[in-house]
């Protein structure tokens, strides 16, 4: 079976990757960027390494490749030791290697010697930690690659300021410095708390023009036409006991906070501790439960009711969720090797999904158009890609994402955090397309 030309904005984006040596394609997730880096790359020199979160290597690479490169010659990397020992001394055109194992197979120190003239980095955000094993270890081989290519969807899910590893791969400091010192005192300013900084007058502008010219960014909304995405609220009221705790809980903290500076670590304690009550269970030191409720569960329930044979994808933020969720009948997405294919076929009508580690690059779209959230997340990259699951190309229905908030509480606090981040990564794409409360 032949395959089937590229689309045209896909076209410009191929043309992009073959024009630049060292590029990154921000692309919004259903614009198919890994059809697109496959079609680059194979125009480039061989072998080709693959680095991706597990899931995607193990999942998402090996479904694409037989889609539109079925010829290729690939092997993973991403096995047991003895498998990776085998195929690492196999040819092949690409190798598949998550993240987590790059560092000990190519670091400083790595167990093995580089050989990859063209190295595609998917989910490229995950490198913007310049203090990370990985971030090290693909700076210590840069010298040695040739091409390389970056791709994400949310170049910058916190800050402009998670940039700046991911464009010191492609350009070595050119664009943004050399350092991260320079960079942050060039384009922001320090801020009335420790660690805090907040951008200069023009920093963003400035920014996204020094790096358009090996950046493209594509937004879903400009390219596809998707069927329409809806997000509904359900709020649901915290039990009297709950409430109680909730507001008791809450001062004890803010008040203890207030005894010494607040700083990012503290003011996430609270937030995460808040965030575990209106999940329905708060932990203490040693891992118990000290409290629960099933406000949101109990709303979980009707809501599924209402769908009723309609399937729905739920996303969890905590153990004892999925724990609940299991008594509901549901699937955890890591259950099993055939989950995603036994979802797209309609045979699983609840499955639960980690953002975190099972948001990025899989496609389910095939299984259903309904995704809840049970407790919010802060990141703003894991809500972006998780809601991508299944608005993306191949939908057929109104995507719908029910979001569970407790009333009164820290939920309505981070989706409105959720709301002011995505302002920043909004303004960035389409520029590079031409605590206490």
């Keep these: 079976m032949s395959v089937p030309p590229p689309y045209p904005y896909q076209a410009r984006a191929i043309a992009h990757g073959l024009k630049h ?36 290597i193990d999942h998402t690479w090996p479904s694409e490749l037989a889609k539109w490169w079925p010829e290729c010659r690939w092997l993973s990397l991403a096995d047991g ?34 050989r990859y003239p063209t190295v595609i980095i998917d989910e490229s955000h995950n490198v913007k930690n310049r203090d990370t094993f990985l971030f090290k270890a693909l700076r210590y081989n840069a010298g040695k690659i040739r091409h390389l290519l970056e791709l994400t969807g949310t170049p910058a899910p916190k800050s402009l300021e998670d940039l700046w590893a991911q464009v010191f ?10 350092t991260i010192t320079a960079f942050r005192q060039r384009w ?15 920093a963003q502008d400035q920014i996204q023009s020094r790096i358009s010219d090996i950046c493209m960014s594509m937004t879903a909304a400009e390219y596809l036409d998707l069927p329409e995405f809806m997000t509904q609220d359900i709020v649901v009221d915290l039990p009297p006991k709950a409430r109680i705790f909730y507001d008791k809980l809450k001062e004890d903290l803010v008040a203890k906070i207030g005894e010494e500076q607040i700083t990012a670590m503290t ?43 309609l399937s729905l994808l739920v996303s969890y933020q905590y153990q004892h969720e999925l724990e609940a969720l299991r008594k509901l009948g549901a699937v955890e997405l890591r259950d099993a090797p055939d989950t ?13 999904i980690y953002p975190s580690s099972g948001g990025v690059g899989l496609n389910l779209q095939d299984g259903g158009h309904h995704l809840v959230w049970t407790t919010p997340t802060y990141n703003l990259g894991h809500y972006i890609q998780t ?32 709301a002011r981040k995505a302002s920043v990564q909004e303004a960035l794409m389409d520029a590079l397309e031409v605590f206490v409360w």
């Design 169 to 178: 791969l492609l350009d070595r400091g050119q664009r943004l410095g050399r």
């Design 387 to 418: 809601n991508a699951r299944l608005h993306r190309t191949g939908q057929t229905r109104p995507v719908v994402v029910h979001r569970l908030v407790a009333a009164q509480t820290i939920d309505r606090h981070v989706y409105s955090a959720l």
């Design 188 to 202: 922001f300013a320090p801020g009335a708390e420790r660690y805090q900084r907040h951008m200069r007058p023009a």
């Design 81 to 114: 030791p003895d498998s990776r020992l085998i195929n690492y001394g196999l040819d092949a055109d690409m190798y598949l290697l998550n993240f987590e194992m790059f560092a000990k197979m190519f670091g400083k120190d790595g167990e093995h010697k580089w």
């Design 21 to 56: 040596a060292r590029c990154g394609l921000f692309l919004e997730p259903g614009l198919g960027k890994t059809r697109i880096s496959i079609e680059v790359v194979k125009q480039l020199p061989k072998p080709i390494i693959v680095l991706a979160p597990k899931r995607v």
């Design 340 to 352: 995603v294919r036994r979802w797209n076929k309609g045979q699983i009508k609840m499955m639960a």
């Design 267 to 309: 003011a996430a304690t609270l937030a995460g501790k808040l965030l575990q009550v209106t999940s329905g269970n708060v932990y203490n030191e040693n891992h118990q439960s000290v409290h629960s409720n099933t406000a949101k569960l109990d709303a979980l329930r009707d809501l599924q009711e209402s769908l009723g044979d």
